[in-house]
């Protein structure tokens, strides 16, 4: 490392101090939220026990759902490690809901590129609500301006069974919903069309302020497990909370009608799964301090990035804008020579099921595809952004973002 680079690593330290200090009290308070729902639901080590076949009166399933509704504000939850992923949670709460000739119309414009699958993918027998006659809209309500309270309204008079909001950015370089914006859409919403659901993509956003949408009026939200809520221990699984008859019209969907959640065995017991949730607030903290650091760090390289590393946050999410195929695999093997896990493997970009364009992805993870875990992601088509993530520990993180951009000094490609 140059001197000339320590000194740029050193500046943007200090910069980020007082960053650091607020997002210490989003994780001191989210602490105290989560203890306190641990103790009033007197979680036991009996609470860790494991299920077979069926999974009948899995105690431990019973109060992993009761702490995720009370974490979240909601009235039912259902937390499920056959959810393979937030793509397949989404889709529960789609098909729970939406019936042929419903109209869905997502208020934060194109959802990320999987989810686009779910929506309107083609093909025989695919499967999407388009091809269950449900019609589907988007637009997109947030600019600079603010909430675009008159587009809702006039969303609304189309009298939409639902409506859907995604908290994260995804691969778009607008920044996400805070979560006060997700109040005011939803409380203009209720207003205007009291019968219309409102929808939330939780992914990327759990733990990340002290509020969630459902404690803010949200009929439903959903979400995976190894993301921020399974606090890099849960190794599979997904969530949905929200109303009572919405998530177990959801729990329908997962298993069958007449079933719903009363099965579903955890195998190997709830411990991960409980112990991640405790641990969920420090290990977002450690998350949102890795994407303040490399927020800092590339924006004085010269690099736009976004969000600025003292802009507010709505998710574990920073991204960078590289400018070229090279430089997004550059960073992206960068960061994987760095990981804990398959540091000897060097990633390349591919045809990866659901999305539209080859994507690259960095993740030496211990529980595969974990964005919890420090990783980054990166479609390869202009403006070559790539998507950092996670970071179960600001210390690892820095020396894996460091490694990223030495790679890229390595190859030549720094102006």
């Known amino acids: 490392m140059t ?17 650091l200090q607020k997002q210490s009290e989003i994780v001191a308070a989210n602490s105290a939220k989560v203890l306190q729902v641990f103790t009033s639901c007197k979680v036991s080590e009996t609470d860790f026990t494991s299920s077979t076949g069926y999974g009948y ?44 000739g419903d109209l869905l119309v997502s208020l934060t414009g194109t959802p990320y590129d999987t989810l686009q699958q779910v929506i309107a993918g083609t093909g025989p027998l695919n499967g999407s609500l388009r091809d269950f006659g449900i019609e ?85 939200i959903a979400g995976s497990l190894i993301k921020n809520p399974g606090g890099s221990l849960a190794p599979s699984g ?39 949730l405790f641990y969920a607030p420090t290990v977002v903290g450690e998350a949102m301090a890795s994407a303040v650091f490399a927020s800092s760090l ?6 736009d990035v976004s ?19 090279e430089k997004v695999i550059a960073f992206c093997q960068g960061l994987q020579a760095a990981s804990p896990i398959d540091s000897h493997v060097s990633p390349v970009p591919w045809d990866m099921p659901g999305y539209e364009h080859p994507i690259i992805m960095a993740a030496g993870t211990f529980v595969q595809g974990s964005s919890i875990e420090l990783s980054a992601d990166a479609p390869i088509r202009a403006p070559y952004n790539v998507y950092l993530q996670g970071g179960v520990s600001r210390h690892y993180s820095k020396i894996a973002i460091i490694n990223a951009l030495e790679e890229m000094i390595r190859r030549n490609l720094m102006e």
């Open 57 to 100: 009166n899995d105690l431990g399933r019973s109060k992993l759902d009761l702490l995720y509704s009370e974490i979240f504000g909601a009235e039912y939850a259902l937390v499920r490690p056959q959810i393979v992923s937030g793509t397949h949670a989404l889709a529960l709460a789609f098909f729970a809901i939406l019936r042929p």
């Open 238 to 276: 997904g969530y949905l909370a929200g109303k009572k008859e919405l998530v177990e019209a959801a729990a329908y969907r997962l298993t069958a009608p007449g079933i719903g959640g009363e099965v579903g065995g955890y195998v190997n017991g709830t411990r991960l799964y409980i112990q991640g």
């Open 3 to 19: 001197s000339k680079l320590e000194k740029i690593i050193k500046a943007s330290e200090l910069q980020i101090e007082h960053e």
């Open 307 to 325: 969000p600025l590393y003292n802009e507010k946050r709505t998710d574990i999410v920073q991204a960078i804008r590289l400018g070229s195929a």
């Open 136 to 220: 589907y809209r988007e637009v997109q309500v947030k600019s600079d301006a603010g909430i675009n309270r008159d587009l809702i309204t006039q969303v609304l008079a189309a009298n939409p069974k639902a409506v859907f909001i995604q908290r994260s950015r995804g691969y778009r370089w607008d920044p996400g919903m805070h979560i006060h914006e997700i109040e005011e859409i939803i409380s203009l919403c209720k207003k205007k069309s009291p019968s219309t659901y409102c929808i939330v993509d939780n992914c990327y956003g759990e733990f990340t302020d002290t509020r969630e949408p459902t404690a803010v009026g949200a009929d439903l």
């Open 298 to 303: 590339f924006s004085s390289l010269q690099f």
